[in-house]
């Protein structure tokens, strides 16, 4: 079993992922490969035995048995290679599947620990995208070169070089040396690939957001209403084109090197050849051996001239590989707080009430403080707004309120207890919400809706539950009027799918929220998108539907602030004013400046108030 620790993943790794993943199946890999490396080994001395015998039987003119016991054992050899090659594969394959699905999961458990400021930020998208890209294949190779490279081609060189060498000794001391500039050069380049890649990474996302853009079912109705594709086209090939003259020449250099080793090789081993045949010649070394020995150190040639470049080259790349996994497996992942509370706990936690003391708060890496010496005191069972200008800080609010960022100075008190010191876990059985960006899932209404139940309710329960909340936010009707009603997918992804509304998908949105019992319900402007009446309208609902709980209301139109006990106006990093609507006015104001500026807006739906 795979399990991505917080250590150093180093090449050795080529080789421990995989059997950690499926050890059986790596196992008679390395087998395939071991008994392989030794018949490649053998046959050296079987060609030569066999050429030797043969000659012997034609220049007696007898038929020779031991010629013929030599080749048949040559074809056996030859047939294992081919036979045990494709069982290789197989197993392979398994080790690619199993491998494929452990890794990717524990990645992606992994990616849902991470703290949220490492998830905005786009070095960690590419740090991981690097490692979860084309993992199918990196799996086989990393598997395949660490093999080829420690049983296949290091025994081969060493076994050839053992049987010049005993014959020889000169000649496997200078195809020794050979090797030495060869590896280096190739290590050099399997470097630079994977560095090239990964500038080039950033190339490739963007031109294929761009692809997206240009084919996908999101953006079809604007691509036809602005004709944009000429446009998108030539930023696609912009980046496209970067990408690729990145990889191109980081393998053209490569390349380069590689001939010109092979090249070296070349004429150093015909070199090598053409000494043999004096040697032939004296009777130093037999006609099989030179046949046999020829052939091997052509066999060298190719195999350290290319072959093992190649492989070392990806020993290389993997090296990069797993130096991208260290620094992966050792991101810092949310404060998980009083674990042993998260086990024993298995039902709602009690709000009593939240404050923040002090609070001090800036985005990491930036310097302005969106938060500065930040109060406020939410207590159980009252309503309350959050309003403020665009910017001001009432999102930023509600990510440290639900613990998305935890690197602020002062306190934020959880029924008295430091939030930071709760775990994720316990946070969900206190907070629920709707956010700005809420997400539509391509998946059931049902499970779109169900995934708001964090386990605390039972399935019976919550199928009512759903129903009850459908019919509350005026949108059962809807539901039950699709071919599989609450079966039905939502989204783009299908023929069978169905596409909602925008307000309909943020009725769905507040269903999820609602389906969760937890004490503090949150409404961040998921209702950006809609006229500030419709908003009104919404928020309306949405307070009525949670009257029993606790909820915090976020806007920056006014006209739904109107249905809290108590409002809170953001500007300059804190509390500007607070009050109810009406102290709020009477008070004269930024809350009464901006409720007068946005009056016009509800004229319609207040009757001209
Ligand atoms: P509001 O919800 O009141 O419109 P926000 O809380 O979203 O405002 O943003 C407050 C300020 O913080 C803005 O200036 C915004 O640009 C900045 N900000 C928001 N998110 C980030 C982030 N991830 N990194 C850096 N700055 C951010």
């Known amino acids: 079993m795979f399990v991505l620790k917080k250590r150093k993943y180093t090449w050795l790794d080529m080789f421990r992922i995989p059997f950690s993943c499926a050890p059986v199946s790596t196992i008679v890999v390395t087998l395939q490969k071991v008994i392989t490396m030794l018949v490649n ?22 038929f020779d048995r031991s010629a013929l016991t030599w080749f048949i054992i040559l074809m056996l050899m030859v047939s294992w290679k081919r036979v045990s090659y494709n069982i290789g594969r197989l197993f392979t394959k398994h080790i690619v599947i199993k491998g494929n699905e452990q890794f990717l999961n524990e990645c992606t458990e992994k990616r849902s620990r991470l703290r949220y400021c490492l998830l905005e930020n786009p070095d960690t998208e590419e740090l991981i995208n690097r490692i979860t890209d084309k993992l199918e294949r990196n799996i086989s190779e990393m598997l395949q070169r660490f093999l080829n490279f420690f049983v296949i081609y290091i025994p081969r060189i060493a076994g050839v070089l053992i049987i010049i060498g005993m014959h020889v000794w000169w000649l496997a001391i200078v195809v020794t040396v050979m090797t030495v500039p060869l590896i280096a050069v190739s290590l050099r380049g399997g470097k630079k690939i994977y560095k090239a890649n990964e500038t080039a ?77 004096p040697l032939t010649a004296s009777g130093e070394i037999t006609v099989g051996l030179f046949v046999s020995l020829s052939t091997a150190v052509y066999d060298l040639v190719n195999l350290m001239g290319w072959e093992m470049s190649k492989a070392v080259s990806q020993i290389a790349k993997f090296r990069e590989y797993m130096r991208d996994l260290t620094q992966f497996a050792a991101l810092p992942e949310r404060q998980t707080g009083m674990e042993a509370a998260d086990t024993e706990d298995a039902g709602i936690i009690e709000f009593k009430e939240l404050e923040f003391k002090h609070v001090t708060f800036h985005y990491p890496g930036a310097e302005t403080n969106i938060l500065q010496d930040f109060s406020m005191k939410i207590e159980r069972g009252q309503h309350y707004a959050v309003v403020g200008e665009n910017g001001a800080g009432k999102s930023t609010l509600i990510k440290l309120l639900t613990g998305l960022y935890t690197d602020y100075e ?44 964090i386990g605390t309710i039972h ?4 199928k009512k539950r759903m129903h009850l909340l459908a019919q509350k936010l005026g949108i059962h009707e809807a539901i039950t009027s699709l071919r599989h009603r609450y079966a039905t997918r939502l989204g783009k992804l299908d023929a069978d799918s169905v596409d909602l509304s925008g307000g309909q998908w943020q009725k769905v949105a507040m269903a999820r929220a609602l389906m969760n019992e937890a004490p503090l319900l949150i409404l961040d402007e998921p209702t950006a998108a809609l006229d500030p009446i419709s908003e009104s309208q919404l928020y309306e609902l949405f307070g009525e539907i949670s009257k029993d709980r606790t909820t915090i209301f976020i806007s920056h139109r006014l006209g739904s602030t109107k249905l809290a006990n108590h409002i809170f106006v953001i500007g300059d990093g804190c509390i500007q004013e607070q009050g109810s609507h009406e102290e709020l006015l009477q008070r004269g104001g930024s809350y009464a400046e901006m409720y007068k500026a946005q009056q016009s807006w509800y004229v319609t739906s207040e009757g001209g108030a």
């Open 41 to 62: 080994v053998l046959q050296v001395v079987v060609v030569a035995e066999f050429v030797d015998s043969a000659v012997a039987a034609v220049m007696n003119r007898t």
């Open 459 to 462: 399935e019976m329960e919550s």
């Open 410 to 453: 002062g306190e934020i008190l959880l029924n008295g207890r430091e939030l930071r010191s709760y775990s994720p876990k316990e946070w969900k059985k206190v907070f629920s919400g709707v956010y700005q960006d809420f997400a539509r899932y391509y998946i059931s209404v049902e499970d779109n809706i169900q995934i708001g139940n």
């Open 201 to 277: 990474a950033v190339y490739e996302r963007r031109h294929h957001y761009f692809f997206d853009l240009l084919t996908g079912r999101e953006a079809v109705e604007e691509r036809s209403l602005f004709g944009y594709s000429s446009f998108v086209n030539q930023q696609w090939h912009n980046q496209y084109d970067a990408a690729r003259k990145i990889n191109f020449k980081a393998e053209a250099m490569f390349t380069a090197s590689i001939n010109a080793g092979s090249i070296l090789t070349s004429v150093l081993s015909s070199a090598i050849v053409i000494i043999m045949i």
